[in-house]
């Protein structure tokens, strides 16, 4: 099983470009989520997808949309990227949203650099 | 404020030492709670989940105080390889994770 895999790993854009992230899961779980990382500032959710067919904003969506395309895929793109989106970008699946039990498991992340 | 506030560390301690961090959340509402280990560059892994009776799972001892809306992780013995963020995590409607306490065990 390769749990939660995320392409590109790296990359960088130049001001008002765009691009998709891609996430996928192979462990059948029902719930996905986009997440951003910062300096000093932890995780942010950017948008979840708590079953296939639904998607819902997180804490700090602006500037982001996402589509979950199946059970396995959930995509995360910047239509004009800016450079306060340079981030570490990690997606994430659990079986459920929430519950003593809902563990989360992470991709690898991808750094992007916004010029 | 932020809904969930950790110590901002970082830590450094030598092996074999006891180490504490806290943490606080800020919605009564939250249901579940966990502590997350994330090594450099890499993504974040569950460490334990955290249970109102408290838990423990080897050198590592989580506690949950509702009515004060705070968090604990205990390491006893520490080891090299326990060096990392630990982040402190709040499941509401949705996962909110704490900006993370450094780790560092020297030799």
């Known amino acids: 099983n390769a749990g939660v895999t995320q392409t590109p790993k790296f990359q960088v854009l130049k001001t008002g470009q765009s691009m998709t992230l891609q996430c996928a899961q192979d462990m059948n779980h029902n719930s996905m989520y986009w997440y951003r990382q910062d300096p000093g500032m932890g995780l942010r959710l950017i948008y979840y997808s708590a079953s296939e067919g639904t998607t819902d904003k997180g804490e700090v969506p602006n500037g982001y949309n996402v589509s979950r395309l199946n059970k396995r895929e959930f995509s995360l793109r910047l239509e004009s990227a800016a450079p306060s989106q340079t981030s570490v970008y990690f997606c994430?699946?659990?079986?459920?949203?929430?519950?003593?039990?809902?563990?989360?498991?992470f991709g690898p992340g991808t750094r992007l650099t916004v010029l | 404020r932020k809904e969930v506030e950790q110590d901002p560390g970082p830590f450094n301690v030598p092996e074999g030492a006891t180490v504490a961090f806290n943490c606080t959340y800020s919605n009564s509402a939250s249901q579940s709670f966990f502590w997350y280990r994330q090594d450099c560059r890499k993504e974040p892994k569950l460490l334990m989940s955290?249970?109102?009776s408290g838990n423990e799972d080897g050198r590592f001892t989580a506690q949950l105080n509702r009515a004060s809306q705070y968090i604990s992780l205990l390491i006893r013995d520490s080891k090299l390889s326990d060096s990392a963020t630990y982040l402190c995590v709040v499941n509401t409607d949705d996962m909110r994770f704490g900006a993370g306490t450094r780790l560092t065990v020297k030799p």
């Open positions: 955290v249970y109102s």
């Open positions: 994430a699946s659990s079986e459920v949203v929430a519950g003593p039990h809902n563990e989360q498991f």
